[in-house]
């Protein structure tokens, strides 16, 4: 090939290169017929009138192709049509052009031509009509900044192109989805606010227009969403209010107008200033990103000193205006503007304030009497060793309670009213009994209502002595790991699952996440991201960890990547301590797979996990039990049993957990009942508000009544 190459003559490599230049452009343009084509007249329709190096605006003819209010009240209607294919002047055709191609590109990919066509123009001449009727009806209010632009004429498609990209968002998938609309949001508001052109107004109007339009035009392609903003889509949220201020500092400096909040040229913003801003916001960014409960805080304190400050200088404005004495309006709609955000995001961050319960490294979880800390729990759980669950009984969003003698301790939430134990206490052998007695008693001077979630039939006869009552709400899955070898046709499935990623180049590896390359942990947070968002349905937590706590040195991650690098699915597993520091078996947390990739990753992601922990000598993994779920060969049921049975199976269309079970069987496992012990009946309201709050912690009552409604309806349909 190299010499062929070397033999051809000058002219002849030329004119492959151009032959490979049309076949690419050919391609393109099948793919995007729209968006080619309108780029393509834009650069032609430069080149000939010469708009491409002189400036339109200072042609004669100009304002009898620019669109504004002067064009549309002397009866040039064309105008719309003929000005969106120019720039202002030659340094705008490369945003222009570029940010067209950009953003109609992307929505005639996802959308198709025809429903890209209707949006981009439909947009276009709703945000030139929309702007034009806002000013007619403000010109003659003596507002400045409306009679300035009620005189202006304009050219550009930018308010088409941002028209469809606000529609092709209802169709991107989570996290995509809300990171879009936060960056148009921030873009459209600061432009809108500080700057205020003419082109700032259209793109407002169109877009605001377009977003809510677009679930209606992308019916059939957006995916379902239920429920109320997840923790992350919280975190985005007060980013997204950090970043639009940081953004607005650096505009109001770098770039003084007259906008629709008056002169912004008057603003005293010296460099030292806003390299501070700029500094402190990134500060913020990073720890609201994480979820940071100490930025959180720190934010909350700011934005509140803001909002503080601007109703004390509300107050002395009405004070000064009682005696006689009315203040100057200079500079205060910017003041009021400022204001306002600070005290959106203020808003945003007590309204969103679970999604901030991540711990500084540096501090210690307090609790009630007898609370101690994270490292103390670990350390006697590597001591005295645990059960299945035990592991999650060291995650920072619980509290720990120390018995008096400092040898064993059980982990809780604090939810509605009640002190939720989770799993087995932790201690020597024999300790469970004298555990659960010292909790409740804790619990009951904390006005708080005791029960344990989860516990093995142990704890549950510990219970009984104190008068409790208990009944099953889950079953661990066990795999015994000695002599596990995945023969014989009962395991036939698990074989092909194994033998198809071999076929297809997917490998596995079992790591510590934490020690993985950065581009490794975001690629494993992407996936995890895609599952969480498109389900359409609120986070869960509690029992169910994620990436973060999958972060854990201690934890083990299984990674199943193909030849070329691409990540296909994930699995963690926490560590069951057998006492004196020994793991003795794992328990399966996070499950994710790529979406579109190879479907039996998870089948093989665990054998494969099952054999590598086999070769280490532990004694057993956990699959870990799926609420609401049981085998149901134990005969008859009654009485609150057969209400959860049938709660599991109301469930089962939004979370599938009893899917989840029966996939687990797969594996030939053996089960071990999981239990809820409670003091009486009356505790059993309480108790179910809860653990609906922790499991469910940013989700109203509302949206659960209406995610039970809206699978049975379906069905029914």
């Given at each position: 090939?190299?010499?062929?190459t070397?033999?051809?003559?000058?002219?002849?490599q030329?004119?492959?290169?151009?032959n490979?230049?049309?076949l690419?452009a050919g391609a393109?343009?099948?793919?995007?017929?729209?968006?080619?084509?309108?780029?393509a007249?834009?650069?032609?329709?430069?080149?000939?009138?010469?708009?491409?190096?002189?400036?339109?605006t200072g042609?004669?003819?100009?304002?009898?192709?620019?669109?504004?209010?002067?064009a549309?009240?002397?009866?040039?209607?064309?105008?719309?049509?003929?000005s969106?294919l120019?720039?202002?002047?030659p340094?705008?055709?490369?945003?222009?052009?570029g940010?067209?191609?950009?953003?109609?590109?992307f929505?005639?990919w996802?959308?198709?031509?025809?429903r890209?066509a209707l949006?981009?123009?439909?947009?276009?001449?709703?945000g030139?009509?929309?702007?034009?009727?806002?000013?007619?009806?403000?010109?003659?209010?003596?507002?400045?900044?409306?009679?300035?632009?009620?005189?202006?004429?304009?050219?550009?498609?930018?308010?088409?192109?941002?028209?469809?990209i606000?529609?092709?968002?209802a169709?991107?998938?989570?996290?995509?989805?809300?990171?879009?609309?936060?960056?148009?949001?921030?873009?459209?508001?600061v432009?809108?606010?500080?700057?205020?052109?003419?082109?700032?107004?259209?793109?407002?109007?169109?877009?605001?227009v377009?977003?809510?339009?677009?679930?209606?035009?992308?019916?059939?392609?957006?995916p379902e969403r239920?429920?109320?903003?997840?923790?992350?889509?919280?975190?985005?949220?007060a980013?997204?209010?950090?970043?639009?201020?940081?953004?607005?500092?650096?505009?109001?400096w770098l770039?003084?107008?007259?906008?629709?909040?008056?002169?912004?040229?008057?603003?005293?913003?010296?460099?030292l200033?806003?390299?501070?801003?700029?500094?402190l916001?990134?500060?913020?960014?990073g720890?609201?990103r994480k979820?940071?409960?100490?930025?959180?805080w720190?934010?909350?304190?700011?934005?509140?000193?803001?909002?503080?400050?601007?109703?004390a200088v509300?107050m002395?404005?009405?004070?000064?205006?009682?005696?006689?004495?009315?203040?100057?309006?200079?500079?205060?709609?910017?003041?009021?503007?400022?204001?306002?955000?600070?005290a959106?995001?203020?808003?945003?961050?007590?309204?969103g304030?679970q999604a901030?319960?991540?711990?500084?490294?540096?501090r210690?979880?307090?609790?009630?009497?007898?609370?101690?800390?994270?490292?103390?729990?670990?350390?006697?759980?590597?001591?005295?060793?645990?059960?299945?669950?035990?592991?999650?009984?060291?995650?920072?969003?619980?509290?720990?309670f120390?018995?008096a003698?400092?040898q064993?301790y059980?982990?809780?939430?604090?939810?509605?009213?009640v002190?939720?134990?989770?799993?087995?206490?932790?201690?020597?052998?024999g300790?469970?009994?004298?555990?659960?007695?010292?909790?409740a008693?804790?619990?009951?001077r904390s006005?708080l209502v005791?029960?344990?979630?989860?516990?093995?039939?142990?704890t549950?006869?510990?219970?009984?002595?104190?008068g409790?009552?208990?009944v099953?709400?889950?079953e661990?899955?066990?795999?015994?790991?000695?002599?596990l070898?995945?023969?014989?046709?009962?395991?036939?499935?698990?074989?092909?699952?194994?033998?198809?990623a071999?076929?297809?180049?997917?490998s596995?590896?079992?790591?510590?996440?934490?020690?993985?390359?950065?581009?490794?942990?975001?690629?494993?947070?992407?996936?995890?991201?895609?599952?969480?968002?498109?389900?359409g349905l609120?986070?869960m937590?509690?029992t169910?960890?994620?990436?973060?706590?999958?972060?854990?040195?201690?934890?083990?991650?299984?990674?199943?990547?193909?030849?070329?690098?691409?990540?296909?699915?994930?699995?963690?597993?926490?560590?069951?301590?057998?006492g004196?520091?020994?793991?003795?078996?794992w328990?399966?947390?996070?499950?994710?797979?790529r979406?579109?990739?190879?479907?039996?990753?998870?089948?093989?992601?665990?054998?494969?996990?099952?054999?590598?922990?086999?070769?280490?000598?532990?004694e057993?993994?956990?699959l870990?039990?799926?609420?609401?779920a049981?085998?149901e060969?134990?005969g008859?049921?009654?009485?609150?049993?057969r209400v959860?049975?049938?709660?599991?199976?109301?469930?089962?269309?939004?979370?599938?957990?009893?899917?989840?079970?029966t996939?687990?069987?797969?594996?030939?496992?053996?089960?071990?009942?999981?239990?809820?012990?409670?003091?009486d009946?009356?505790?059993?309201?309480?108790?179910?508000?809860?653990?609906?709050?922790?499991?469910?912690?940013?989700t109203?009552?509302?949206?659960?009544?209406?995610?039970?409604?809206?699978?049975?309806?379906t069905?029914?349909?």
């Open positions: 090939m190299a010499e062929q070397a033999k051809r003559t000058p002219s002849e030329l004119a492959r290169v151009m490979t230049a049309r690419g393109l343009w099948r793919r995007m017929p729209f968006t080619t084509t309108t780029v007249l834009m650069l032609a329709i430069g080149i000939a009138t010469g708009s491409l190096w002189h400036p339109v042609r004669p003819w100009y304002p009898q192709i620019a669109y504004g209010l002067p549309l009240a002397e009866g040039r209607w064309w105008t719309p049509v003929t969106s120019f720039a202002p002047s340094l705008s055709y490369l945003p222009m052009a940010g067209f191609a950009l953003l109609v590109g929505t005639e996802r959308l198709g031509t025809r890209t949006v981009t123009v439909g947009g276009q001449l709703v030139i009509v929309g702007a034009t009727l806002a000013l007619l009806a403000v010109r003659h209010t003596g507002w400045p900044w409306a009679v300035r632009l009620a005189e202006q004429l304009d050219v550009g498609f930018s308010a088409g192109a941002l028209a469809a606000a529609v092709a968002s169709v991107v998938r989570s996290p995509w989805r809300l990171r879009l609309r936060l960056a148009l949001g921030v873009y459209l508001l432009s809108s606010m500080y700057v205020g052109t003419l082109a700032d107004l259209e793109q407002l109007v169109s877009t605001l377009a977003l809510p339009a677009g679930r209606a035009l992308t019916r059939d392609r957006a239920s429920g109320g903003p997840s923790r992350r889509e919280w975190r985005l949220l980013v997204a209010g950090v970043v639009f201020i940081a953004v607005s500092t650096v505009v109001l770039m003084p107008s007259d906008g629709p909040l008056g002169s912004t040229a008057g603003v005293d913003e010296s460099w200033d806003v390299v501070v801003t700029l500094l916001a990134g500060l913020l960014v720890g609201l979820g940071r409960r100490t930025a959180w720190w934010a909350v304190v700011i934005a509140g000193l803001n909002v503080a400050l601007g109703l509300a002395l404005v009405a004070v000064a205006s009682a005696l006689g004495q009315p203040a100057t309006l200079e500079g205060v709609p910017l003041f009021v503007a400022d204001r306002l955000v600070w959106v995001l203020l808003v945003i961050l007590l309204a304030r901030f319960q991540t711990p500084s490294r540096r210690l979880r307090r609790g009630g009497p007898g609370a101690t800390d994270r490292e103390t729990a670990t350390g006697l759980l590597t001591r005295h060793g645990g059960g299945t669950l035990s592991w999650m009984s060291t995650w920072p969003a619980n509290s720990w120390l018995t003698d400092g064993s059980l982990a809780y939430q604090r939810h509605a009213g002190a939720i134990g989770l799993g087995d206490p932790v201690g020597p052998p300790s469970h009994a004298s555990t659960v007695v010292e909790f008693r804790m619990a009951e006005a005791p029960c344990l979630f989860s516990v093995t039939s142990a549950a006869a510990a219970t009984d002595g104190l409790w009552q208990h099953q709400v889950a661990d899955t066990l795999v015994d790991l000695p002599g070898t995945f023969t014989g046709k009962a395991w036939q499935n698990i074989r092909s699952a194994m033998n198809r071999a076929k297809q180049g997917v596995f590896r079992l790591v510590r996440l934490a020690d993985e390359p950065r581009p490794v942990v975001e690629r494993v947070r992407a996936i995890s991201e895609e599952w969480v968002g498109d389900k609120p986070e937590g509690f169910l960890g994620g990436v973060d706590e999958a972060l854990d040195p201690r934890v083990r991650v299984g990674l199943a990547q193909d030849a070329g690098g691409t990540l296909e699915g994930v699995t963690s597993w926490l560590p069951v301590y057998g004196d520091g020994r793991v003795r078996g328990t399966l947390d996070v499950m994710r797979r979406q579109d990739g190879f479907r039996a990753v998870v089948e093989f992601l665990i054998a494969s996990s099952c054999l590598a922990f086999q070769a280490e000598g532990a057993f993994v956990s870990s039990g799926a609420p609401l049981r085998t060969d134990e008859p049921v009654a009485g609150l049993q959860l049975d049938g709660l599991g199976a109301a469930m089962e269309p939004l979370y599938g957990f009893r899917s989840l079970h996939f687990k069987a797969k594996f030939r496992p053996r089960y071990v009942p999981m239990y809820l012990s409670y003091r009946e009356g505790d059993l309201p309480r108790i179910g508000v809860a653990l609906t709050r922790a499991y469910l912690p940013d109203r009552v509302r949206e659960l009544v209406r995610l039970g409604y809206a699978p049975a309806r069905g029914s349909e």
